[in-house]
């Protein structure tokens, strides 16, 4: 069962401007959990990511009750075709904005199961006992870089194109979409965070900071993040929403 959720943003240590946008949306459908990470400038990449926000929400609380796992796929899928056409649209009635998208990963979460979809950088890791692991793959210049051996992963930290997007909404008429299902099989915790949040944490130190979750709030647990992610920079924007999954023992009882 879906016990409780949080979401934080954080402007940084060095912008002035929060580009981020995101949510937690809970209706009798399940748990919705955007991150959107805007691009573009003061005044548009945090426009795109309202957009798409909004587009989510308003389609999401149309939803009555809970739907089987491959309609949601769909339905995330059409949805983020939807944002990407409406950010896509208003630049066009706004030239201020020309030029804006955002990145954007979103979970439909239910007892059953958790179905993500995510076009861009931003990611999302599950927390199960035996560990955190990633389950998407970043849009990203460096991340395909990698994935065809053309540079190590350390060397992706520093490379000098690391911000390439490949994929993003409102950058195109049309939009490739990742989405997949899981079961809640031994899930602890859902993660969703812009790149601000993964650039300056690893792997193991989220894994470290959602173990101590089981103990503390997860409102505690995001605002420590954010934290190590400003201790050590900040030099864009963060933003991460966590989704708990109580623990279950496999006794066979089922009561």
């Keep these: 069962m879906i016990e409780r959720t949080a979401f934080l943003t954080d402007v940084g240590q060095v912008r002035t401007h929060n580009e981020d946008n995101g949510g937690i949306f809970t209706t009798d459908a399940g748990v919705l959990a955007v991150v959107a990470d805007g691009m573009g400038g003061h005044a548009a990449g945090d426009v795109a990511s309202r957009l798409m926000i909004e587009t989510l929400d308003e389609a999401w609380q149309q ?16 949805q983020f075709s939807a944002a990407n056409q409406t950010i896509l649209d208003y630049a066009k009635a706004h030239p201020d904005c020309e030029g804006m998208g955002t990145t954007a990963i979103a979970a439909v979460c239910t007892n059953d199961y958790i179905t993500i979809a995510h076009v861009g950088d931003s990611r999302a890791y599950v927390y199960r006992t035996e560990g955190l692991m990633q389950q998407t793959n970043d849009h990203s210049l460096v991340a395909e870089l990698v994935r065809s051996g053309q540079i190590s992963a350390e060397e992706a930290d520093h ?23 899981l079961t809640t099989d031994g899930v602890l915790l859902l993660l969703l965070c812009s790149d601000g949040l993964s650039n300056k944490v690893t792997q193991l130190e989220l894994q470290e900071a959602l173990e101590r979750a089981r103990t503390s709030h997860l409102s505690d647990i995001a605002a420590a993040l954010i934290a190590r992610a400003n201790e050590r920079g900040g030099e864009d924007n963060i933003s991460l929403a966590l989704v708990r999954y109580e623990e279950r023992e496999n006794t066979g009882d089922s009561s």
């Design 63 to 78: 939803i009555e009750a809970p739907l089987p796992a491959a309609e949601v796929e769909a339905w995330l899928t059409a």
């Design 159 to 181: 490379h000098p194109r690391r911000h390439v997007i490949l994929r993003a909404l409102g950058t195109d008429t049309d939009v490739d979409v990742d989405c997949f299902t």
